[in-house]
């Protein structure tokens, strides 16, 4: 046996060992954190996903018929639309790229619809201002009259079963989103919310496409007749179709999770020790969603219009109007979390290395935070720049109130930063979505 061979032979055994190190001091916070492969949401029927895709593609849901659920989710956006705040009504597209025109910059980013139909998913919209309690089976919304135990809308309680079905209620009344300004067509001028969904469903029922649209909730639902159909069937088959389209289930984390070691590198692997130790990000991005899908003030810095008169934005406080709550906003899941840039419920940062630096030291990120990035990459969608919002008394109380894991600096090396970027980046990404057919 000649020595290069026992070299080569020698080296690979180390190689070996490093590598079952790797996976054993994983396999530890595997069972810390509760890492899971995710496996298929709950089922629907064929009518229910089919009635929901077409919907979902369906501009009659908007009041001047020009804009639809896709074009502010787009799968060619990582189901989102590629901008760190959306547009309103009103914008125009130059070939693929979204442009400002008429439009408004709304305050937030729009989320992505990976994983959105499982039943963790308790939550909706960046506040969690809609939420479905699922073992009392009653919601919580903007709308008083479907939330709560007895609501006085119950026929439209009724038809809906998560948390995202309920979601689906509450765009097509925005004004900005989807409604259209008053004054532009006859139900934005609608008073009440439940005149607007009538309206709305009677343009599907008994509008051009009435012959199409009746046979489809027919199928979807065959046990409520047509003159029964009301908004809540709508919401319950968009969420159908958004459940079974759009998992996210068979990433390389999701392979090594359910025993294939080899599906990540040695380099990921470090990255998901990273994770879970050095860089804390496990103490909110943990369980199967890496997600708890609680609230949390991690210090994002305010730009563009905010929400409230000095354009900030206090995000779960709106909810629940607890001064503990200003400033947070729902932990994201992470699966494809690289196609879905920019980050942040307002998409602060336009990069992923953007996000690590501002949690290695979440204060010096904060106050020497630029928009340039976003300026030069968006500077015309928007039309003009987008402006950082510093308003002193502000930062104090955001500060004061920080979460608990994110205040002390990290310091991470840049081997570290590269080795978590990697994970990110390469192990939670599956470029194609999974439609789930279970019929």
Excluded at 192 to 210: I, N
Excluded at 343 to 368: C, K, P, Q, T
């Amino acid at each position: 046996m000649n020595g290069s061979f026992l070299l080569v032979f020698f080296s690979l055994i180390s190689l070996n060992i490093q590598a079952s190190d790797l996976d054993l001091e994983l396999q530890n916070y595997i069972e810390k954190f509760n890492y899971q492969a995710l496996g298929d949401p709950a089922e629907s029927t064929e009518g229910e996903v089919k009635l929901g895709a077409a919907l979902f593609f369906e501009n009659a849901l908007s009041g001047n018929h020009n804009i639809n659920c896709a074009t502010c989710h787009a799968v060619s956006e990582g189901l989102g639309d590629g901008l760190p705040l959306s547009l309103g009504v009103g914008l125009t597209f130059n070939g693929k790229v979204r442009v400002k025109s008429d439009g408004e910059i709304l305050p937030r980013n729009a989320p992505h619809l990976f994983n959105v139909g499982f039943d963790e998913q308790a939550f909706m919209f960046w506040d969690g201002r809609v939420s479905y309690n699922e073992s009392e089976d009653f919601f919580e919304t903007p709308n008083a009259n479907i939330s709560g135990k007895d609501p006085i809308e119950n026929k439209i309680k009724m038809a809906l079963t998560h948390a995202n079905s309920a979601q689906a209620l509450f765009p097509i009344l925005s004004h900005e989103e989807m409604l259209g300004k008053p004054g532009s067509n006859p139900i934005a001028d609608l008073k009440t919310d439940e005149q607007k969904w009538q309206a709305l469903v009677e343009r599907l029922l008994y509008g051009p496409s009435a012959s199409f649209y009746q046979k489809m909730f027919e199928k979807a639902f065959p046990d409520t007749k047509v003159e029964e159909i009301n908004i809540g069937h709508v919401a319950e088959a968009i969420y159908a179709f958004e459940k079974h389209a759009f998992v996210i289930n068979d990433t390389p984390w999701d392979r090594y999770l359910r025993g294939q070691k080899s599906a990540l590198s040695d380099k990921q692997k470090r990255g998901a020790i990273i994770f879970s130790e050095r860089a804390r990000c496990a103490e909110c991005h943990n369980g199967p969603h890496l997600s708890n899908f609680e609230f949390k003030n991690i210090a994002i810095p305010p730009i563009g219009p905010g929400k409230s008169a000095n354009k900030q934005d206090y995000g779960r406080y709106y909810v629940t109007k607890s001064q503990e709550d200003k400033f947070k906003f729902k932990v994201p899941a992470l699966r494809n979390v690289a196609l879905t840039a920019p980050y942040m419920h307002n998409g602060a940062f336009v990069y992923l290395s953007e996000v690590i630096d501002h949690y290695d030291h979440v204060r010096h990120s904060f106050m020497h935070y630029s928009t340039s990035n976003i300026n030069r990459k968006f500077r015309y969608s928007y039309q003009g720049d987008i402006e950082r919002v510093f308003v002193r008394e502000e930062v104090i109380s955001m500060f004061e109130n920080l979460d608990e894991f994110v205040w002390p600096p990290l310091f991470l090396t840049p081997e570290e930063k590269s080795d978590l970027l990697e994970f990110l980046e390469k192990s939670l990404t599956q470029k194609k979505p999974t439609f789930y057919r279970p019929w």
